[in-house]
């Protein structure tokens, strides 16, 4: 009986639990697991045949007082792949598995998910604690700003402009620390902006914009058609005369033909007012905001010379209040022999100025404070349309 002595003197307490480890998922009647020296676990009714009743030997019990037994605590660091792997080797973890599966989820998944993982949020996320979206500060930076130049004037274009901001110095594009589109100060110095582009980028937005208008002329369009306009001029450039009623200033007039006819559409004298350059160093060009008068003006008096010459052939794109035109512009100079470097533009104005003035009114009292209107809010909607689609140009530049 000595082996049995020994035996029962290495016996451990313990309790059934469905975290088992399997090689003792075995459920004794008197709640006490023994092993026996040959490694063969069996429990205390079968080791009471053999009893030769020595109380020294006996194993008491615990009291129902006794502390709760440690829950399964998994491997330090397993990976959830581990875990899954383990699990699906333990028996007792398949057998509460195959319960869960016949009576939660119809057998869909062995290993179940919580109720609260698919708790699904019961109302949708509002904007802000104050259940408002903030204005975008770079958008209304813009706005502001053209708004101060604008207000006050009459014949006022707005127009945005694809290029290069370069630094005067290198005659390199400039590299500022940054890591997203920037407004750059009015008065930030020595650089200058180069509104041309490369041929393969000129070729990349014609056909992408001739694919946006063969999509929204499709009956099935659900959306604001784009207008589509081919148109090849000539625009020459004069001085204008003191006193004349020829302009006046120091703008330059533009008097602009049909190419293949020669029909005057249009003589202006144009007045840059400001500029406002975006570095966007994640992209391949840049792009300025300006902000001048077109003021119409008589034509130039017979004889006057063009102090230079542009041809153009622009395609225009119209949608809603915006027209975008993409223009190979050929310059030449009367005084010069040398052939002139052939010009590729994108650019993008509103399509009715007036338009863009009244809401400009609108938005400003006669004491010239901001007003936040329903009126006054077209021009902040038109200005971030506007800055929308100057921002998909540029990030469609190739």
Partial sequence: MASASSSRAAATVGYYDEYSDPELDTKPSNGRINQAKDGNYMNNDQEDDEDDGDEDDFVPRPHHDSPPPIPYQPPPNETSAQALKRKASDPVYQAIASSSKSTTNGGANPFPEPPSAKRQRPEPLEASILCAEPLDEFVMEIADWVHRNAQGRSNVEVEAKVGMIIDTRSDERINLPVSSETILAPDYPEIRFSSNMTVQQYAQYNQALNKLVERAN??????????YEHARMVDTFHTPVAGSGFGSGSGKIRVTTDAKTGEVKECVQKTRIADLNIYSPKRKLDWR????TETPVPLPPSGSAALYTRRKDRLSYT???FKVDLTQVTPSNPGSAAPSEQLHELEIEFADSNELMRTVRARTRSTGATWTGKEGELFDELMRIF???????VRNAG
Avoid at 218 to 227: C, E, G
Wanted: no cysteine; net charge positive.
């Fill in 218 to 227: 499709q009956p099935t369009y659900p959306n604001a058609r784009i207008r």
């Fill in 319 to 321: 949608h809603q209040s």
């Fill in 387 to 393: 800055v929308n689609n100057i921002r998909i140009l």
């Fill in 289 to 292: 905001v300006s902000v001048s």
